[in-house]
């Protein structure tokens, strides 16, 4: 009965965190709406109006109070700008209250299995880590698919100077052919010139928002040839190259490696695997680890030796192109 009456709270915890990350993502969309609607309005009927600063901030909390508390931490900030790389609508606020529902659902969780002080320690902090691994884990794959899309986006805008268009008209091009995120991306930029902000600040605002070294080339080559002087067309055209040569090389370093990081992996997964055919087989040879004073002894110094080996592997297996 109590277990299940844990589950039956942890359900109903991840229901009201769901509840409430829609009810403040539906509020923050009617909120994007009515802004857009006033900016489109402002600039039909002021066209010959000088134009204004314009700054872009993203709501941490749906709560007034609690934004203003999270908009003063750093740590706070660069969490929300992990949110906006990865292009979520859900605010800080947010996976804020998610981390610490299944922080506290994990321990009520694990503290009904056993009594084990590094268990009901760890798991706390695992479960509460799950919603920024999972932003994290979005951010990355946008970002990968940001480099993936950055070549060709390159070429299209140097195949547009070369016929002849300007630069903006060449950026538009890709936010008009290019899918999510190299398109969306140029897009926000666009607009953003088109509102009054600077070539330089917009391009140094869309390097903010995506973190790839590339982009930030790019741009760093752009502004160096609006004040040098020199053929843009070129000097684009060559960027893209140089990135599809790193592409090929990443591949080639990639496929010799494989055979490491497949090794990592089997030494990692192996002391588990072993260990849960032997619980398998024999239950009373496997349960002095939990029940004992030694055998807890050895189960945790095992799990700090096998998270050492873990980072040493991965460290072993990384190569940076």
Known sequence: MILIATLLAVAACFILVLGTGNLLSARRHEAKVRVSRRLTALAVRHETAPPADIERRRAMSGMQWLDKVLSGRSVMRRLD????????????????LAAVTLAAAGFAFIRLLTDNFWLCAVTPFAAGYLPFAWILSRRTRRMNRFHRQLPDALDLIARALKAG???????????????????????????EINFGVSPDAALHAMTRRVDCADLRFFVVSVNIQRETGGNLAEIVSGIALLLRERFKLHGRVKVLSAEGRLTAWILFALPFGIGFIIHLLNPDFMSALYTTPEGNMLLNGSLFLMTAGALALKKLTTIRV
């Open 81 to 96: 700008l992990i949110l906006e790389q990865g292009k979520t609508d859900i605010n800080v606020g947010v996976i804020i």
């Open 165 to 191: 268009h300007a630069f903006p008209q060449g950026m538009r091009m890709v936010a008009d052919e290019f899918a999510d995120p190299v398109g969306p991306e140029f897009q926000i930029t666009l607009d």
